[in-house]
């Protein structure tokens, strides 16, 4: 399944705005950058960001309250069917560079095995400054 031919036009322009953006933007940007488009309140981008969320083609950022467009949209054996997703933050340009590790997922399942916990998912944010800022 294409999730990327099931998208409405608000999906659609969302999900390009974010695929665009040098940074994580927060729904009321997207908002600001789509009124031309006909956007006029912030439930049509909620509405686009929980499907695309859904779809697995965007991700939020709970620590900075934002949004980015999925680095592996086609990969769907990729983290979105994996218990644990990563993303390293620059605090000083807000790049997002979205990764997987198996090792630490492989950890907190043990852990989660061991506890009787049940994840239902796991994203894990690293702030700090990328190799262009930290040089």
Known sequence: MNARTELTRNQTLVLDILGKAEAPLGAYTILERLREEGFRAPLQVYRALDKLQEFGLVHRLESLNAFVACSHPHAHSHAHERALIAF???KACGRVEEFADEVIEARLG????????????????????????AS
Do not use: M
Request: glycine content about 8%.
């Open 88 to 90: 390293a933050i620059c």
């Open 110 to 133: 043990d852990w989660a095995a061991t506890s009787g916990f049940r994840p239902e998912n796991t994203v894990i944010e690293i702030r700090g400054l990328c190799r262009q800022c």
